[in-house]
């Protein structure tokens, strides 16, 4: 079945890491982190350093190492979240090179732009505070 928007799989474990990170008051191990996101441990490790790259967690190496937050739930929107992981959301008008719709109607500059937007502007005004 054909689906019109769905999240990566790294966009999710990415959310998924973040909100149980942000619910714990100790540092988390990659394998801890597996577990309770229910993902692969490798995929997890990748999604985990591109997060510490941007800022949000801080990670402690050897046995007892682990990740916390670095900024606080409130500071960090799931745009943040899903931005470090997917990159910066691209809108963009239409891929054909010669103009076929009015411009009024234009699927992909009407339809697929504001639901673009829709996201940007939804995901900038959640907060990882708000799913914790």
Known sequence: MSKLFSLSEAATISIHAMIVIGRS???L???QLAERTESSKHHLAKVLQRLSKAGFI???RGPSGGFVMKKTPAQISMLDIYEAIEGKIEVS???LKKQVCAPNKCVAN???NKITFDFINYFKNQTLQDYL
């Open 110 to 112: 009407n339809f697929v």
């Open 25 to 27: 008051d100790i540092q």
């Open 58 to 60: 801080s990670s402690t």
């Open 29 to 31: 191990n990659v394998q």
């Open 93 to 95: 008008g239409c891929t």
